[in-house]
């Protein structure tokens, strides 16, 4: 049996009151499975995903709706030592991540 969590949608409703994230370049720290990127992913310009264990990873990659596949990135990797020389992003999340 699978749990739903916040079937309300009051994470997406937040996080569009505290950040714009249309046509945005986001990268989401601490990405997990994916349960929150595909709220906002849609949104989005695009999406850098990242995430530093490996099971996690794997399950955001195999489940990740196909119509958000051109815009998600996945990138296995921590906060501490970013994988990105130069890259810029508009907006950085942290869920759960800290």
């Not at 699978?2 to 720290?29: A, C, F, Y």
């Not at 906002?40 to 264990?53: F, K």
């Not at 195999?62 to 051109?70: I, K, Q, T, Y």
């Amino acid at each position: 049996m699978t749990i739903q969590r916040d079937p309300e949608g009051n994470e997406l409703k937040q996080l569009r009151q505290m950040v714009e994230i249309s046509g945005r370049r986001v990268l989401e720290i601490g990405s997990g499975d994916g349960r929150l990127t595909w709220k906002y992913a849609g949104l989005a310009r695009e999406v850098v995903a990242l995430e530093l264990e490996r099971d996690d990873l794997l399950i955001a990659r195999v489940e990740c709706p196909v119509a958000l596949r051109r815009q998600v990135v996945f990138i296995r990797g921590d906060s501490i030592h970013l994988p990105f020389r130069g890259a810029a992003f508009d907006v950085a999340l942290l869920s759960w991540s800290l």
